[in-house]
Every structure is written in structure tokens, then in C-alpha cells.
């Protein structure tokens, strides 16, 4: 199967990703930071229709442009208190000189998405609803906050846990294939064999 991936990073530093997974014009956005008006103009641009989006997890910095997106969001609701009111995570961050509404509109649950040429895995420790999307068919996996090229992501934020990001390390990411891609939260990509080998904080308790 062929496809197309458009990166936008926020000002938060997160990614965005535009894949068009069949290479027609349905695309689907993974994650969506603050400032999607770069995203949304290349979907206008390319006269794409967007399928929906995948939330890997509720922080403000992946979830904040949900109130900019118009097609279906699709997340674990673990994380949905965190998506809906940011608030609290935008004064913990920027001292209150960013505000946002919180967000009234429907979030669907992604176990329920229908969604069957993707596979979901739950991997908590950086939120409770972390969540990673492997697209099998072309050896793509977007991991959000949870696993990064040359780190992972912290457990000392809102319902983050230590714990449960190393059970998720030994029973989540070990399920990847090691030729597969990781396009993480933050960052660039990396294929798994690499982080496996190279990845401090992975190989610490993968190899335990």
C-alpha cells in the first residue's frame, strides 16, 4: 500500500501528521496542537477530505486545535477530562499568558472507531490514555508521548505514572516490529530496531 505523510510542528514543539493512507484524497490527522491553520491549508491546497483524526493523548500541546478541526476525533476517553479542559495544563506552562475554551464538541471513543486498518495500543504512563497507532500496511507506528527517538515521555504530569510507563515499555513496545517506523509526539522518526538498540531509557527495561 502506498501513502503520503505531511509533518507540521507546533510552536509547542509537538507534531502534527497529515497520512493519506490508500494515497487518494482521504487523509487523517495524527494529533492536533494549537495552531493547525498550516495543516488545514494543506488540506485545502491538495483538495483533500479528511477522514478524521487520532488523538494519541489529552495534553493541550496534541490536543488544544480540537476546537479548529471540523471531521470525526477519535481518542482513548481515558484522556478525554484532560482534552476537553486545558486549561489548567496551559497556566501550569505559560503562567496564564495563553487561555482556551474547553471543548463542548464529540470525541468518539478509538476502540470503537471502525476504523480496521489501524491497530490501537494502549500504552499508559505518560497520560492514562496514551495511546499508539500502527498503520500495519506500511510499517507506521505513531506513538505520541510515549516513546521519542532518543527518549520517552514524562510521568510527572497529569495522570502520568512512572509504573505504568515501564509496564508499557516491556509489554507495549516490545510488541513492535523492529523494522517498523516510529513518528513520535515530538521530534523526528526512528525505526524500532534503532530506539531498541539506541534508547537509553527503553533498553534499560526492555533488557532487564
Do not use: W
Not at 497520512?19 to 495543516?39: A, H, K
Amino acid at each position: 500500500m502506498n501513502s503520503e505523510i505531511y509533518r507540521f510542528t507546533s510552536f509547542t514543539t509537538s507534531n502534527c501528521y497529515i497520512l493519506r493512507p490508500f494515497n487518494d484524497d482521504v487523509c487523517f490527522f495524527i494529533d492536533l496542537p494549537p495552531d493547525l491553520e498550516e495543516p488545514l491549508q494543506y488540506v485545502k491546497q491538495h483538495n483533500l477530505t479528511i477522514g478524521g483524526a487520532l488523538v494519541t493523548h489529552g495534553h493541550f500541546d496534541h490536543a488544544l486545535g480540537m476546537n479548529s478541526f471540523n471531521g470525526p476525533i477519535h481518542m482513548n476517553l481515558d484522556d478525554e477530562f484532560l482534552a476537553r479542559n486545558p486549561q489548567e495544563q496551559l497556566s501550569m506552562f505559560t503562567n496564564n499568558k495563553l487561555t482556551s475554551e474547553s471543548f463542548n464538541g464529540e470525541i468518539k471513543e478509538v476502540n470503537n472507531s471502525g476504523l480496521d486498518f489501524i491497530k490501537i495500543y494502549h500504552n499508559p504512563g505518560h497520560t492514562e490514555g496514551s495511546t499508539s497507532f500502527e498503520f500495519t500496511d506500511l510499517g507506521l507506528i505513531f506513538t505520541g508521548d510515549f516513546i521519542f527517538k532518543e527518549g520517552i515521555g514524562r510521568t510527572d504530569l497529569s495522570s502520568g505514572n512512572h509504573r505504568d510507563m515501564i509496564n508499557s515499555i516491556k509489554n507495549v513496545y516490545t510488541l513492535f516490529k523492529p523494522d517498523y517506523e516510529i513518528l513520535p509526539g515530538h521530534g523526528p522518526s526512528e525505526k524500532v530496531s534503532n530506539i531498541s538498540k539506541n534508547n537509553i531509557f527503553v533498553k534499560e527495561h526492555i533488557y532487564d
